[in-house]
């Protein structure tokens, strides 16, 4: 019975697995067009109710998958703590917790519901072949958070000092620096600090020179990973 259930929830290439892969793909794409229309303002009640009781069978269908799907686990234990273990916990979390909440924390609440994008990732060959590249390539990613973040935080101090007693409103510490440094390494710059000293303008083309590569960083990382991944499946 359990190999039978595992068969079906678990991405098989048989009919049954198909089946229920584009059933729960669908009923996760209804899902989120339910949730964009209850923030339509002005509903009728009637119309609330409705999306209330689709909401309501979602739940219900998502949290039999999560349970059938601990059940059938090897280590039900890791796959609760793994990735789309968290996110079907995710996907179902909010509807249980959101009776007895306030408002405020209801609209919270309703936030996470946005998690159940993510479980499509688990039904899409392209996304579970970029799913494992990032696994694959997470070392190198996490160096390069890890130099980024030096990166940010030497550009803040290098702009305090060469800003702070010319714009002080915007310069006035470190930390109030961070934001510049983090738009400027980023390449996003909007405009709204900038430095106007000669020592600032020739410090800032250095971090824009500098941000231009980090942004290139990551894309060669996970595209060496991809093309690797696509290598191995081929010659297998």
Known sequence: MRQRIKNIVEINNNKGSRCFALFIQALILVSIVTFSVETIPNLSQETRQILWIIEA????????????????????????????????????????????VDLRSLRALRFLRLFRV???VRYNRAMRQFTKAIKTS??????????????IYFSAVGIYYFENEAQPEHFSSIFDSLWWAIITLTTVGYGDVYPVTIGGKVFTFIILMIGLGIVAIPTGIISSALTTSVDNKETE
């Open 138 to 151: 997470k070392e190198q990613i996490l160096l390069f958070l890890f130099v980024t973040l030096i990166l």
């Open 57 to 100: 069978v979602s739940v219900i269908i998502f949290t039999i998958e999560y349970i059938l799907r601990i059940y059938v686990a090897d280590k039900p234990f890791r796959f609760i703590f793994s990735f789309f273990g968290i996110i079907d916990l995710l996907a179902i979390l909010p509807f249980y917790l959101a009776f007895g």
């Open 118 to 120: 993510l479980k499509l």
